[in-house]
């Protein structure tokens, strides 16, 4: 029987690819790899690649980075079809996901469409917070506070009660959310104990403390901010 | 120069330490292996000896688990100042940690107490809640839900507020916690749709459904509790 892999790749260094991730990819016969937009490439196809099968087949699939969860699960669902085809063929096929599979992935999409029959194994990977403190030698949080991992997309009330309950907080899909998002960091006092980084473990990464100047312009879809109450 | 790298190794498996981590293993002059209590040895160190450079030497410290951020800090400086000593004699010393060094680590109560001139290189880790999520093949959160990291330490209104804010919550530390979790899981009718998972990675791993049933009895240091509004 073939198997479905999940893998998260981590944020973006070649070398924050768990032993296991690479032990897969070296033995697949099938990769899928998502494309946000047809034809534009795949930066986790980039970092995961000198480690894939030469061999394996490559199957580009458009899997839009969207909002609407119709429209991803639309997308799921036709991931799910490749896959269950080829793991009734005996089949080892992937897909490889930035950062961790179970946080904010397209992953979760195909696995809600999967026939429950399929043999799954899901490989957790380096989340772009922890490589992101880790790039900064900082603790995201200690103790017992709590940490909040919080989408910019989300409602602003939300986020400013995510951020009052926690010691430490992570800022995601930064991306055309800076505007909202500096605004809640001036209102919470939390503007100056905030670091942006860019592109984390990637070319061109960036660390940029002082984000109020900087954030504005800021047009980068791997952006995060990570802060803390000190 | 020397330097001082402080790597997360994973939450248990073998196999889920990065390519970097290993790297700097096997190159490594000194090892610093925190205890929990003096001479009752250290998970971590089982994670990772395989890896270790085996000439590298061994300095096992006593490092308190404990809710004393005063204990912690002068634990931390013990070990800052074994670190600043290998440093100026140009050696590569390593301490190692459960998941991520930046989550409820040791690691940073040895950075505060560090000399700032000491070349600090932190390797993120696989957390926990990542590598639970991944053996469960479920997502943490998805779109635009919030994340919320819990200590079962923390405050009992603060951990309400946090699950009131959040679409996918993971419990920490629910060692000697768990009775004080499971009526807040019961209050907030979390408990059905959470999950238990025991060593995740290590000997012994198990994951547990009916956690209303099996919670009390559990007196496992690394257990950990993940749940997600349906």
Do not use: W
Not at 79 to 97: M, N, R
């Amino acid at each position: 029987m073939g198997k479905f892999y999940g893998i998260g790749i981590g944020p973006g260094d070649k070398e924050l690819l768990t032993l296991k991730a690479v032990k897969i990819l070296q033995k697949i016969d099938v990769l899928i790899i998502p494309e946000a937009r047809k034809s534009k490439g795949s930066i986790a196809y980039e970092i995961a690649k000198e480690y894939i099968n030469p061999t394996a087949e490559i199957i580009y699939t458009e899997f839009p980075m969207v909002n609407d969860r119709e429209i991803m699960y639309e997308a799921g669902k036709n991931v799910a079809l490749i896959v269950e085809s080829c793991v009734a063929e005996g089949k080892a096929i992937a897909f490889i996901t930035l950062g961790d599979p179970s946080i904010y992935s397209t992953y979760s999409y195909i696995l809600k469409n999967l026939n429950t029959k399929v043999e799954v194994e899901t490989i957790p990977g380096i989340t772009s917070f922890c490589a992101s403190a880790a790039m900064l030698n900082r603790p995201l949080v200690t103790g017992e506070e709590i940490l909040s991992i919080i989408p910019a997309t989300a409602d602003e009330e939300r986020i400013k009660s995510a951020i009052d309950v926690s010691g430490g907080q992570a800022f995601m899909k930064v991306f055309n959310h800076s505007e909202k998002l500096m605004r809640i960091l001036c209102e919470k006092e939390l503007i100056d104990s905030s670091v942006m980084v860019k592109r984390c473990g990637l070319d061109g990464c960036e660390v940029v403390y002082n984000i109020e100047e900087r954030m504005k312009e800021d047009k980068q879809y791997l952006s995060i901010v990570i802060s803390r109450k000190e």
